[in-house]
């Protein structure tokens, strides 16, 4: 985190507050999000470019904890829960409205990092019921995301 500058946090945010989230979504998040997201929730960060599978992503900012801003955390889980796989929790955003998340379906000690697609990300409601039974619609969600790397801090060091 020594080369990023992060612009325009919200108020530090207190630890009882992410304590609360955590235990709606019933997720411990990592130690290093956690320190990072105390001083500059909400924030943007310069840079801000991640190499996906050779492609470019834009780290836009951090969510909020602040239930009052227009990316705030809370609001973004519950409007976007019922898309949202059991053990994926966003935590940033890009400028189109994609997610940069915690996945947690693999290791619930320490999250890797997903982007997930907003655009091509499909619930079953989204298809009729004969198109269901032409689709395989886990694996079309799956299409919706893909790995970043391990960690949080992985994450950073790969901003440029």
């Known amino acids: 985190m020594n080369d990023i500058k992060w612009r325009r946090p919200h108020p530090p945010v207190i630890m009882e507050d992410i304590k609360d989230f955590e235990n709606l ?5 990592p130690e290093d999000y956690v320190n990072c ?3 500059y929730h909400g924030a943007s960060v310069i840079p801000y470019r991640v190499e996906v599978k050779g492609s470019e992503k834009v780290f836009a900012n951090l969510l909020s904890f602040s239930q009052v801003s227009v990316d705030s955390i809370i609001k973004i889980y519950d ?3 019922e898309r949202l796989k059991n053990g994926i929790i966003p935590f940033g955003i890009d400028p189109s409205g994609n997610f940069f998340c915690f996945d947690y379906r693999r290791d619930m000690e320490k999250p890797s990092i997903i982007f997930l697609n907003n655009e091509i990300n499909v619930i079953a409601s ?3 019921v004969d198109e269901l039974k032409r689709i395989n619609l ?6 919706a995301i893909e790995f970043v790397c391990n ?3 992985e994450l950073l060091s ?3």
């Open 25 to 29: 979504v019933g997720f411990k998040f």
């Open 37 to 39: 997201a105390l001083l």
């Open 79 to 81: 409007n976007c829960k």
């Open 126 to 128: 989204d298809y009729s």
């Open 138 to 143: 886990e694996e079309v969600q799956e299409n």
């Open 151 to 153: 960690s949080f801090t």
């Open 158 to 160: 790969m901003l440029h």
